[in-house]
């Protein structure tokens, strides 16, 4: 496609289920990054990838949060047990690599834990 | 139900006239900026960024603007038009991974 894509849009989980959200980002881009953007507030990195290869988890608020992007190209963020807090937009972005190069965004997953 | 969250600092303006939209910065280290720009419903859109080693960059409409000195950014939009209605985030990034820390946000309001 001609953008990042991510799916689902919208994603309802009851507390402590685990989740899966997709990011297909942009072809041949070799960095990929994931945000986390809590109502009314800017994204917060998560985690960061270079290809395959996890380069910055910093951002992970817990082990519950793991990331994967095994062919360096589609990643999926998965969130176990999920709880309350976890509630939030979660951002994608890729861009073709290093640091001053434009990230481009998907429209995100908005996860709602009840 | 949602949590209520921070309410962002909002500028309005008029239809046709110059908007100023300011930030600062944390990171003395970080040496690539870039505003975004984001709608409802939507992930952040790319409007301009600007490297260190300049202190203004223009676009169409847009112009960035960066002070070293006091760590502070700016985004002027001209003739500021309804589609222009959104919330804008400064971002900062260091050229080592490109790992984007973003600003509080702007809500800019334009009236018809």
């Known amino acids: 496609g001609a953008g990042v894509s991510q799916s689902p849009r919208y994603k309802v989980a009851k507390r402590g289920q685990d989740v899966a959200l997709r990011c297909d980002p942009i072809?041949?881009?070799?960095?990929l990054f994931w945000y986390q953007q809590a109502l009314g507030q800017g994204p917060e990195f998560l985690t960061y990838f270079q290809n395959e290869a996890q380069l910055d988890k910093s951002g992970l608020p817990s082990d519950r949060f793991f990331a994967e992007r095994p062919e360096g190209s589609v990643s999926t963020l998965k969130i176990q047990r999920t709880q309350q807090e976890d509630s939030a937009v979660y951002l994608c972005?890729?861009?073709?690599?290093?640091?001053?190069?434009?990230?481009?965004f998907g429209q995100g997953t908005r996860l709602t834990v009840v | 139900g949602e949590s209520v969250g921070l309410h962002l600092p909002t500028l309005s303006v008029q239809e046709g006239d110059n908007s100023i939209i300011n930030c600062a910065y944390s990171n003395s280290a970080s040496d690539y900026f870039i505003w975004y720009k984001q709608e409802s419903g939507k992930g952040p859109q790319f409007i301009i960024d600007i490297r260190s080693n300049m202190d203004k960059r223009q676009g169409q409409r847009v112009t960035v603007l960066l002070n070293k000195t006091v760590k502070h950014l700016s985004l002027q939009i001209a003739a500021t038009q309804p589609g222009d209605s959104a919330v804008y985030f400064c971002a900062e990034s260091s050229s080592n991974t490109g790992k984007l820390i973003f600003g509080q946000g702007t809500t800019l309001q334009v009236k018809p």
């Open positions: 072809s041949g881009h070799v960095s």
């Open positions: 972005a890729s861009s073709l690599g290093g640091g001053l190069t434009e990230a481009f």
